[in-house]
């Protein structure tokens, strides 16, 4: 959710419910990871002072060269054994790590599955994320970066 006041990144887009076009708020976290091509022009273009701005255009030109990691929502443990990864297509342990996965489609984010973290150079085309799951996971601990960070073969 955004706070009242927080700076944010408005997308303007054909609605896919009715006539005419809709806006899209992100956090700019959100939109440096997930809309790289549209919010890096937009920083450029701002007037304004903005907070991270170096760590936000290093996420955009590393979205932008691994369009894949778009796609990346967050971290987390499986909660059960029956989920296939998408890279691998072999199943993900109940209690692993695994990465969740979302596309923007339709006008709006729709989840699309998850991989297991040791697929995370196959499917990404980079294994360099660490920093972009930190962020994008709330609540994880040192030891549950570093495990995931050992699991990614870092």
Request: with cysteine; proline share 6%.
């Amino acid at each position: 959710m955004l706070a009242s006041g927080e700076l944010r990144f408005g997308e303007s887009l054909l609605n896919p419910y009715a006539e005419g076009e809709t806006l899209f708020w992100y956090h700019l976290l959100c939109a440096a990871c997930m809309r790289p091509e549209k919010l890096g022009p937009a920083l450029d273009a701002s007037p304004l002072p903005i907070p991270d701005l170096e760590w936000l255009k290093g996420a955009i030109e590393v979205g932008l060269a691994h369009p894949r990691l778009q796609r990346l929502l967050r971290a987390e443990r499986a909660p059960s054994g029956s989920a296939h990864c998408r890279h691998c297509h072999e199943l993900v342990s109940k209690g692993s790590w695994r990465l969740a996965l979302q596309m923007f489609e339709e006008g709006r984010m729709q989840p699309i599955g998850t991989i297991h973290v040791q697929c995370t150079e196959a499917y990404f085309g980079t294994k360099d994320i660490l920093d972009r799951i930190e962020r994008l996971t709330s609540g994880l601990s040192p030891a549950d970066l570093a495990e995931i960070e050992s699991g990614a073969g870092r």
